[in-house]
T-cell receptor, first 115, second 114 residues
Framework: EAQVTQNPRYLITVTGKKLTVTCSQNMNHEYMSWYRQDPGLGLRQIYYSMNVEVTDKGDVPEGYKVSRKEKRNFPLILESPSPNQTSLYFC??????????????FGEGSRLTVL | AQSVTQLGSHVSVSEGALVLLRCNYSSSVPPYLFWYVQYPNQGLQLLLKYTSAATLVKGINGFEAEFKKSETSFHLTKPSAHMSDAAEYFCAVSDGGATNKLIFGTGTLLAVQP
């Protein structure tokens, strides 16, 4: 089954304790991206990657890191989480290319609470 | 720069009534437009997409949307609401293969009253 898998789905942590949210897709997509969803703000892009070893900042990258060592994986790293990073996080992927529309396939989401 | 505006953060309809969720976009290039739905505690699921093939787009669960370039709109409709349609709906715009970036609206929460 084609899917984007995120882990953990729920996490409560404390300020300053490093954490990683993993994301894996099995559709051989070149493009992967992280979004955060906050009430009244919709989804905002954190980072994206157009291929292995190619990553770039989205609209709200502060406090986050990513890596793309393999095509299928795109982990999101919070080196020193703060309460303003409490949010619902989504990983998404898609094909890339002139014929593609940008349609994204989403994971189930990871709800993070930073105390 | 591309953007989308969803008018109405909350919409409430009666079961069986018409559903109309509004979306206006801004784009300097021919856009690709999407509607996604998010059910409680779930990820986003594609409802339908406009890719310039036809201005009236039909999606899943009886939803459809019409691309109107003159009005820069892509409103989502369904003739008869079901209780199961209660969810949050997001409109999004992309420039496709150039950057693949999807820009989302702030969402509309649809409530369906019995």
């Amino acid at each position: 089954e084609a899917q984007v898998t995120q882990n953990p789905r729920y996490l409560i942590t404390v300020t300053g304790k490093k954490l990683t949210v993993t994301c894996s897709q099995n559709m051989n997509h070149e493009y992967m991206s992280w979004y955060r969803q906050d009430p009244g703000l919709g989804l905002r892009q954190i980072y994206y990657s157009m291929n292995v070893e190619v990553t770039d900042k989205g609209d709200v990258p502060e406090g986050y890191k990513v890596s793309r060592k393999e095509k299928r994986n795109f982990p999101l790293i919070l080196e020193s989480p703060s309460p303003n990073q409490t949010s619902l996080y989504f990983c998404a992927s898609s094909f890339m290319g002139a014929q593609d529309t940008g349609e994204l396939f989403f994971g189930e989401g990871s709800r993070l609470t930073v105390l | 720069a591309q953007s989308v505006t969803q008018l109405g953060s909350h919409v409430s309809v009666s079961e069986g009534a018409l559903v109309l969720l509004r979306c206006n976009y801004s784009s300097s290039v021919p856009p690709y437009l999407f509607w996604y739905v998010q059910y409680p505690n779930q990820g986003l699921q594609l409802l339908l997409k406009y890719t310039s093939a036809a201005t009236l787009v039909k999606g899943i669960n009886g939803f459809e949307a019409e691309f109107k370039k003159s009005e820069t709109s892509f409103h989502l409709t369904k003739p008869s609401a079901h209780m199961s349609d209660a969810a949050e709906y997001f409109c999004a715009v992309s420039d496709g293969g150039a950057t693949n970036k999807l820009i989302f609206g702030t969402g509309t929460l649809l409530a369906v009253q019995p």
